[in-house]
């Protein structure tokens, strides 16, 4: 994940590109977020976090509300 060796740019660039194939991928979404909440885009990173967590499956739904209560905390 290029967001925690402290590149969001491009965490950011390649989520979107991530995205643009597939735009309901909650991992797509997820890793979008979490470049933008780096950057301190909260309130964009919690839309994509809450659209992430509507498509997610069991298994993502409690990493999603924890980006989800992060975001909202800052």
Known sequence: CYGFEG??????ALSRKAMALDPKSPDALMNLGNALSTQKKWDEAEGLYLMAYAQASDRREAASMRNI????SN
């Open 7 to 12: 590149n969001t740019p491009q965490q950011e």
């Open 69 to 72: 209560a992060c975001a909202l």
